[in-house]
């Protein structure tokens, strides 16, 4: 199932729980979570407003190992987000990238505020993993630079789910093979792609990052492993421009990237659900048809149509089985 929230739904229930309790005890959880990420939760009854939490969270690209934990642009970004409610410990716990010290009587006195600040603390994994695609957007080296373009690099947010990013001179490119285990997911999510494609092209949508798909691999992936260019759904791209990554949007920008692949499996669910509550609605007048001719009887004409009926009424569950 798709997942667009940035917060971990987990941690926001031990941490409201921690918020809540009436009664302070120790507390010691570790988690773990979609894509290799693990969290660890501890706090005192001692001190029941201090709550240290650690994350780990393998690199958002295989190429840029987390050595010495995590970049300092990424610590920036952490700092500015949290520094009113929490701080950094240096070095973090052992095993983890990253340790906050969490201090729940600097939360906001209302409900909802706190509500508010602890889903902020549980996004932590989404601000490290976009603020890495970020770094890497903005410092990809010229020294790569082939034929006009950097070398693609291989993102992993979704595992089994690749995708990739390419500097041009004016523009990056993020390139996505699509996989499906259905060859109708195939025909629902090539709708959507034509659909994105054409209203690239209309007058309301100039601004949009241009979209194009490709059944065959683009030539900016020429030279990349095979296993990465084979595929059923094809190839989507975006062009991303300068005026795409100015100020406030470049975070929106980045978040849609790393969640393309949901947002295709989430059109593709609803579409297919949407597509058999019609067929159901439909079988269900054919059935009614059926028993009105039935009750009535008649000639000749009313076996014709029920014979008529009962045909479309096989074609109908035919496809709906299937």
């Known amino acids: 199932m798709a997942c667009f929230k940035r917060a ?9 729980k921690l918020d809540s309790a009436e009664k302070p005890t120790d507390t010691d959880h570790n988690l773990y ?4 990420v693990r969290y660890h939760v501890q706090a005192s009854a001692s001190d029941p407003e201090i709550i240290y939490l650690s994350i780990s969270t393998p690199p958002l690209s295989p190429e840029v190992l987390l050595r010495n934990g995590l970049p300092d642009c990424t610590l920036q ?4 987000g949290y520094c009113d409610i929490a701080d950094i410990v240096e070095p973090p716990k052992e095993g983890f990238v990253l340790t906050l010290r969490l201090d729940f009587a600097k939360l906001p006195h209302s409900r909802e505020d706190r509500i508010k600040a602890i889903s902020k603390i549980s996004s932590l994994q989404a601000v490290i993993l976009s603020s890495q695609l970020k770094d890497m957007l903005w ?6 630079m082939a034929y006009g373009m950097c070398k693609p690099i291989k993102l992993v947010y979704h595992p089994r789910e690749p995708f990739f990013v390419i500097r041009m001179p004016e523009k990056l490119k993020a390139i996505f093979p699509m996989r499906f285990k259905d060859n109708s997911d195939v025909i629902l999510a090539t709708s959507l792609f034509q659909e994105l494609m054409d209203m ?8 949009a990052p241009r979209c194009t798909w490709s059944p065959i691999p683009p030539p900016e992936l020429r030279g990349e492993p095979f296993e990465y260019l084979t595929t059923n759904g094809g190839f989507v791209s975006f062009d991303i421009l300068s005026h795409h990554v100015k100020g406030a949007k470049v975070d929106r920008t980045v978040w849609i990237l790393l969640n393309f692949y949901a947002h295709v499996k989430y059109y593709v669910k609803c579409t297919r659900g949407f597509i058999q509550i019609k067929m159901r609605q ?3 007048s054919l059935v009614e048809v059926m028993q009105n ?10 076996k014709l149509q029920m014979i008529r009926v009962t045909r479309r009424m096989s074609i109908w569950i035919f496809v709906y089985v299937r």
């Not at 410092?139 to 790569?144: A, H, T």
């Open 33 to 36: 979570e979609f894509g290799s």
């Open 200 to 207: 690239g092209h209309s007058a309301a949508f100039t601004k």
């Open 139 to 144: 410092n990809l080296g010229s020294q790569d």
């Open 8 to 16: 971990s739904p987990a941690l926001v229930a031990i941490l409201n």
């Open 77 to 80: 970004d952490i700092r500015r």
């Open 293 to 302: 001719a039935r009750i009535r009887g008649g000639g000749d004409d009313k």
């Open 282 to 284: 439909r079988l269900e």
